[in-house]
């Protein structure tokens, strides 16, 4: 028992090691995308994360970015995020070990979770669901001491219990944590109820057990401190009973919705949720790891039952079943970003079916074994070894989607929205990942501290108003500002815009509301609020790009692209939209050559942009480069046929360079097919 007892112990540290050591080596030193930036930001500052603020993330996350180790904020909070994950297949391992009680397995298991593309592309940047599996598979691995009546010599007196109280309390702490791991409570009290049968008459522990639960709020305890810091992330400034509440309930989003708007989805839309999860499983777990879990659930079905139902109910309600409910949009792939990080719970359970489908292979090769007259240890040895091939394979092709140690793009992302805007302006932020990347590099760098950045998304809240005041005091607030109220965020906008118009250059990243004698130009990645004398103000408006380009990080020269995982695909997406705009503007310009550069720029970034492709084309036939605009105008209409206007440059194409009268009259005649189909469509 003792030996038994050290050599697990010691397996599981050495896992844990050895993960953490390879996480380490991919772990970015840039901020990601998401909500990444406000995390970060949280522990770094010591304060107060979106709802539901996540304390223990923070706390321990302002222990990890003040460590006296060189990198970056982002670097040292990626730290974590590897610690973390290496900790949860530790646990992992030890809850394995217990169940099926093979090293093989429960090793090959761990380390085939460690390699899925997914699980591994967390362990590099920081987020708040790293800490939730650690707690999830700490909480697992109690609750199996518990079921299989593990009790080491010297414990022997000690009423087996003290593990389910554990496990609960884990439990607890990873409610609190991140709301969704109540989804697996329906399991838990299900192999609670299977299993108090054995052991004792837990119900009647009921009360203690729900106390035990509870405890994991005591994080939140420390919630109003943070919040009294006045640290520059301190959502909902919990201060009070009331705006706790507020912030643990996630009442800024819905309380039991993922987001307001992902409210409202048709079942069929629903449906895709549940397909691209299965979509998911088999591409991250491939064929093997698939048809192994489908083996372990059917072993479990026959052999293990009350595990079986418990792993259905905890993955499928973690799984299938809250992506149904939640009903994400699933229409970009930032979208799908957010999306595939939910599905990493049920990822952790479904190990545990695999590790059983290993098991069930383990059990019967002894027959196939003697039949080929090889002895049975041997053949156990053989078989045991070669299971570690499975995540030796997923190592090898997995690591370019999770490797992130040369990701840039989120840091220039932030720099280069803050040097699109000139020194002392106020910029308006919206959108995830652009806001919270900006806020990053705003708040860890220095030298864009003249600028004023406003998170317009949330400018309907009055603790983030009131937050403003104390940030920028040299800000004209309009009356009423500070009304208790909470309007649209546009309408604070707006009044901040006009309190302030002349007094500070405004800039904003998406959002544009009308201003009366006023209009927005473009002006690299944001657009600027000018007076509409100078909206049509050719050379300052090409001065005005060239000096935000000039100043860039990205200027379309990313070193080898090579894989991109969603996050990463929709910043480019969003600098490839960013320069599309700019060559807009120059178009409308006429000013074709300098039009040509921004959509060229765009193209490198999204090689099959339509719009960019479009845009030089356009650009190419009015500089005369007539093969070079039929080109780029046939690609964009090969991407994208819908667009008219490609069929009327075609058209135009057709007479000015070819004199094809014929040709044109056909791209012409298409156009106006499509043009009357998308009409009786909108009737």
Wanted: hydrophobic letters at 45%; a neutral charge.
């Amino acid at each position: 028992m003792i030996f038994r007892l050290k050599l697990e112990f010691f397996l599981a540290i050495f896992l844990f090691a050895a993960a953490f050591f390879i996480y380490l080596l991919g772990v970015s030193s840039s901020v990601y995308g998401g909500d990444s930036g406000d995390v970060i930001l949280a522990a770094y500052f010591g304060g107060v994360a979106h709802p539901p603020g996540y304390p223990l993330n923070s706390l321990l996350g302002f222990l990890f970015t003040h460590l006296p180790i060189a990198g970056s904020i982002a670097y040292r909070t990626g730290l974590m995020m590897a610690f973390f994950s290496a900790g949860t297949l530790a646990f992992l391992f030890l809850s394995l070990r217990n169940l099926t009680k093979s090293y093989f397995i429960a090793l090959t298991a761990s380390l085939a979770l460690a390699f899925t593309p997914l699980f591994w592309l967390y362990a590099h940047v920081t987020e708040v669901f790293q800490l939730n599996l650690l707690l999830i598979s700490a909480s697992f691995y109690f609750l199996t001491l518990w079921i299989t009546g593990v009790a080491y010599k010297k414990e022997i007196r000690i009423r087996l219990e003290k593990w389910l109280f554990l496990s609960i309390f884990f439990l607890g702490l990873a409610v609190f944590h991140h709301q969704t791991s109540v989804l697996v409570l329906p399991a838990y009290l299900y192999l609670i109820h299977k299993t108090q049968r054995t052991y004792t008459q837990i119900s009647k522990k009921a009360a203690v057990l729900g106390l035990t639960f509870l405890l994991g709020g005591i994080p939140y305890l420390a919630v109003p401190l943070l919040a009294l810091r006045h640290t520059p992330v301190n959502w909902d400034y919990a201060v009070n009973v009331g705006n706790l509440l507020h912030l643990i309930t996630r009442a800024d989003y819905g309380t039991f919705a993922a987001s307001q708007d992902f409210v409202g989805m048709d079942y069929k839309a629903r449906l895709l949720q549940v397909a691209s999860y299965l979509a998911f499983l088999k591409s991250d777990f491939g064929l093997i790891g698939s048809f192994f879990i489908i083996l372990g659930a059917v072993y479990t079905f026959f052999k293990e039952r009350k595990l079986f139902w418990f792993l259905i109910l905890a993955v499928f309600v973690s799984g299938p079943i809250f992506l149904f409910y939640s009903s994400f949009s699933l229409s970009s792939d930032f979208l799908f970003g957010i999306w595939e990080r939910f599905i990493l719970l049920s990822y952790f359970f479904l190990t545990i079916d695999f590790a059983f489908g290993l098991l069930f292979l383990y059990q019967v090769s002894p027959k196939i074994f003697k039949r080929i007259k090889l002895k049975k240890e041997l053949g156990l040895l053989i078989l045991g070894l070669s299971f570690f091939l499975i995540p030796l394979y997923m190592f090898r092709t997995n690591w370019p989607k999770a490797d992130m140690s040369g990701f840039q793009l989120g840091d220039w992302l932030g720099h280069d929205v803050l040097v699109s805007s000139e020194p002392g302006s106020l910029i308006f932020l919206f959108d995830d990942t652009t806001a919270f990347n900006t806020e990053y590099i705003y708040y860890t760098s220095d030298r864009f501290r003249d600028r004023k950045i406003v998170l317009g998304g949330i400018l309907r809240h009055f603790f983030y108003r009131q937050q403003l005041a104390r940030e920028y005091p040299d800000l004209t607030f309009p009356l009423g500002f500070f009304d208790t109220t909470e309007a649209q965020s546009a309408a604070y906008m707006e009044q901040l815009i006009r309190s302030n118009i002349n007094k500070v250059p405004i800039y904003t990243v998406s959002y544009s509301p009308k201003i009366e004698g006023y209009g927005w130009v473009v002006s690299g990645l944001l657009k600027k609020l000018v007076p509409e004398g100078e909206i049509k103000d050719k050379e300052y408006i090409r001065e005005l790009n060239e000096k935000a380009f000039a100043s860039m990080e990205m200027k379309g020269n990313y070193p080898t692209w090579g894989y991109s995982n969603f996050i990463e695909q929709s910043i480019k997406r969003f600098y490839s939209f960013s320069f599309n705009e700019v060559g807009d503007q120059m178009l409308v310009a006429n000013n074709y050559g300098d039009a040509k550069k921004y959509y060229t720029i765009a193209l490198l970034i999204q090689p099959d942009d339509p719009r960019a492709s479009f845009g030089v084309g356009r650009s190419d036939l009015e500089l005369g480069e007539c093969q070079e605009a039929k080109d780029y105008l046939e690609k964009s209409y090969r991407l994208n046929k819908t667009n008219v206007r490609v069929l009327n440059e075609l058209a135009d194409e057709a007479r000015r360079c070819e004199s094809n009268e014929a040709l044109a009259k056909q791209y012409d005649d298409e156009a106006q097919r499509l043009l009357r189909s998308q009409m009786e469509k909108l009737q």
